[in-house]
C-alpha cells in the first residue's frame, strides 16, 4: 500500500491506520529485540508501546535524517534507558574507560599467549549452534549481558547496523559502541571456550 | 612490533574495519606467524557470529495485536 517511507511516513503524519498498522507490522519485531535486550522480556512489551506513542507524538518533526527504522529504535533506546534510569539499573558508561581484564591473565610479560586458545569443534557459528546445551548456555550468557553490551550486539550481529548507526540509535560514541560489540564477543568467545574445554556453561 | 595481546585487543577494530592500512599490514604478517593468534582470530569471529540466532525468537505481530495497538495509538493522539 505504501510503495516508499516518504509516502509511509506521510500516512502516519495524516494519522492513517492503514499507515500505522504497515509500520508495526515492519518494524515491531525489531523494536522488541532492543527493548528485550535494554530492559529484559517482561517490561519490553511495555516500553515498546511507549515508545510508539512518542514516536507518533514527534513524527511530524520528523527530520528524516535517518531512515524510519533507526529513528523508531532510538525512540526505543531512549524509552529503555529512561526505564533502567528510573530504576537504577543503567551501567555507567565510565566503566568503559577502564581497562578490560579479560584475556590479560593469558599473555606472559612478553605480550604472548602463555596457553593458546583451546581449538573448538565447530568451523562456523552454525555448526557451533547445532549443539543444544552449548545453545543454552550462550542463551543464558546473552540473556546476562549487561543491557548495553546486549543491545549494541543485537543491532550489530541480528540487525546488521554500522557502528555509526548504532551510534545513532543508543547515543553514544563510536569509540563505545567499539568498546561494548568488543567486550560483548569476548564474553561469547570465552564462553565457548571454557564450555569447549570443562562441558560446563560458564554463568551456572 | 605486533604482539599477541595486541592482537586481542584490537581484533574487533579489525573486524569492523576501523583500522589503517599499516595496522591491517601488522595483523596479516603476525597471523602469518602466529598460529595462536590464527586460531583466535578466526574463533572470535566465529563467537560473535552465534550471536545472531540466540535468545527467543520474537514472532510477528498477529494482526489483532496490531489492531489493538493501532486504536491504543489513536486514542492517545
Redesign the interface.
Known amino acids: 500500500m505504501y510503495e516508499s517511507e516518504d509516502a509511509l511516513i506521510k500516512g502516519l503524519v495524516n494519522g492513517e491506520d492503514a499507515a500505522f498498522r504497515a509500520a508495526i507490522k515492519q518494524y515491531q519485531v525489531s523494536m522488541i529485540y532492543l527493548a528485550r535486550n535494554l530492559v529484559g522480556d517482561k517490561i519490553a512489551d511495555e516500553v515498546v508501546q511507549k515508545a510508539w506513542f512518542s514516536a507518533m507524538k514527534a513524527i511530524p518533526r520528523f527530520e528524516k535524517r535517518s531512515s524510519l527504522k533507526t529513528w523508531l529504535l532510538r525512540i526505543v533506546a531512549n524509552e529503555g534507558k529512561t526505564r533502567l534510569r528510573k530504576e537504577n539499573r543503567m551501567t555507567s558508561l565510565e566503566a568503559l574507560t577502564e581497562a578490560d581484564p579479560a584475556f590479560a591473565t593469558r599473555f606472559d610479560d612478553t605480550g604472548h599467549w602463555e596457553t593458546g586458545p583451546a581449538q573448538w569443534d565447530a568451523d562456523s557459528p552454525d555448526e557451533l549452534m547445532t549443539r543444544d546445551e552449548l545453545k543454552a548456555c550462550m542463551d543464558q550468557l546473552i540473556e546476562a549481558l549487561p543491557e548495553m553490551q546486549g543491545a549494541t550486539l543485537n543491532l550489530r550481529e541480528r540487525q546488521g547496523y554500522s557502528l555509526k548507526e548504532i551510534c545513532n540509535i543508543l547515543e553514544v560514541s563510536e569509540s563505545n559502541v567499539r568498546v561494548l560489540l568488543h567486550r560483548a564477543r569476548t564474553r561469547l568467545f570465552r564462553c565457548i571456550e571454557n564450555f569447549e574445554q570443562t562441558g560446563d556453561c560458564c554463568t551456572s | 612490533m605486533l604482539?599477541?595481546?595486541?592482537v586481542?585487543?584490537t581484533?574487533?577494530?579489525h573486524l569492523?574495519g576501523?583500522t589503517s592500512f599499516q595496522d591491517r599490514v601488522a595483523l596479516r604478517f603476525h597471523l602469518l606467524i602466529c598460529?595462536?593468534?590464527r586460531?583466535?582470530y578466526q574463533?572470535?569471529q566465529?563467537?560473535?557470529?552465534?550471536?545472531?540466532?540466540?535468545?527467543?525468537e520474537?514472532?510477528?505481530?498477529t494482526d489483532d495485536e496490531?489492531?489493538a495497538?493501532?486504536r491504543?495509538?489513536?486514542a492517545?493522539?
Not at chain 2, 604482539?3 to 595486541?6: A, L, N
Not at chain 2, 520474537?58 to 505481530?61: F, I, L, M, Q, R
Request: proline share 2%.
Open positions: 604482539s599477541c595481546k595486541d586481542s585487543e581484533v574487533t577494530d569492523e576501523s598460529k595462536h593468534c586460531r583466535f574463533q572470535f566465529i563467537a560473535g557470529g552465534v550471536s545472531g540466532s540466540l535468545g527467543d520474537v514472532s510477528e505481530p496490531i489492531d495497538l493501532v491504543k495509538l489513536k492517545r493522539n
